[in-house]
């Protein structure tokens, strides 16, 4: 079975802090994405990356920023955090060149004070 | 990119067969669907894929009917279990570049009662 691993289930940070968010695959897919989820809205895409350190915008990269060193692991940035982006952050990911699913975490709820 | 439309909600009872439909009009030749499954506080959870026809797995069927501009999920006597948030999504999932963008919608809150 796939895995993938969020660092945080729970996190509460301040307003102006610098957040990284770790994403953890263990089947060597090269594509990752990263989500938010809020009421109402769904999930939006933030950021994806199909290689290592190759990324791609999504829907909402406002405000944030990635990093993708290795295969296997995939880092969302909020470089000055803000209160708006409290919310449900999640992680995927799934193989290159198929048309395989994507395989989710179970989300990082960050909470901006 | 091919946006869907799904119902918000949907109640059914416990070993009653429930079909979820979404509508995505615009979907592209090289588009899959597939949806996801939800439960409160969880990442989603992979349920199903289709391109076209019928697919069948032990959890559900996905039917696409020839034009493609729906499919129905269908869920064989639910239980209270399946109670969750079901997204259907229309993407080409073997594009990495720029457009491998797989829009989620707000999902169907489907509640099973006793």
């Known amino acids: 079975d796939v895995k993938v691993t969020q660092s945080s289930r729970y996190l509460v940070k301040r307003t102006g802090e610098k957040v990284f968010l770790e994403c953890v695959q263990d089947?060597?897919?090269?594509?990752m994405f990263w989500y938010r989820q809020d009421p109402g809205l769904g999930l939006r895409l933030i950021y994806f990356?199909?290689?290592?350190?190759?990324?791609e915008k999504g829907d909402i990269p406002e405000g944030y920023s990635v990093s993708r060193e290795k295969k296997e692991r995939f880092s969302l940035i909020l470089e000055s955090a803000s209160t708006n982006q409290t919310s449900m952050y999640l992680c995927?990911?799934?193989?290159?060149?198929?048309?395989?699913?994507?395989?989710f975490g179970d989300g990082t709820r960050l909470s901006i004070l | 990119l091919a946006k869907t439309t799904q119902p918000i909600s949907m109640d059914s009872y416990e070993g009653q067969e429930v079909n979820i439909t979404c509508s995505h009009n615009?979907?592209?030749?090289?588009?899959?669907i597939t949806w996801y499954q939800q439960f409160p506080s969880q990442g989603p959870r992979f349920i199903i894929q289709?391109?076209?026809t019928k697919v069948t797995n032990e959890v559900a069927s996905l039917f696409i009917p020839a034009d493609r501009k729906s499919s129905t999920l269908s869920l064989p006597r639910v239980s209270l279990s399946d109670t969750a948030v079901y997204y259907c999504?229309?993407?080409?999932?073997?594009?990495?570049?720029?457009?491998?963008?797989?829009?989620f919608g707000t999902g169907t809150q489907l509640k099973v009662e006793l």
């Open positions: 995927a990911s799934r193989p290159g060149q198929s048309n395989q699913p994507q395989h």
């Open positions: 089947m060597d897919h090269e594509n």
């Open positions: 990356s199909y290689d290592v350190k190759m990324k």
């Open positions: 615009n979907i592209a030749t090289n588009d899959y």
């Open positions: 289709g391109y076209k």
């Open positions: 999504l229309v993407g080409d999932p073997t594009f990495t570049g720029g457009g491998n963008k797989l829009t």
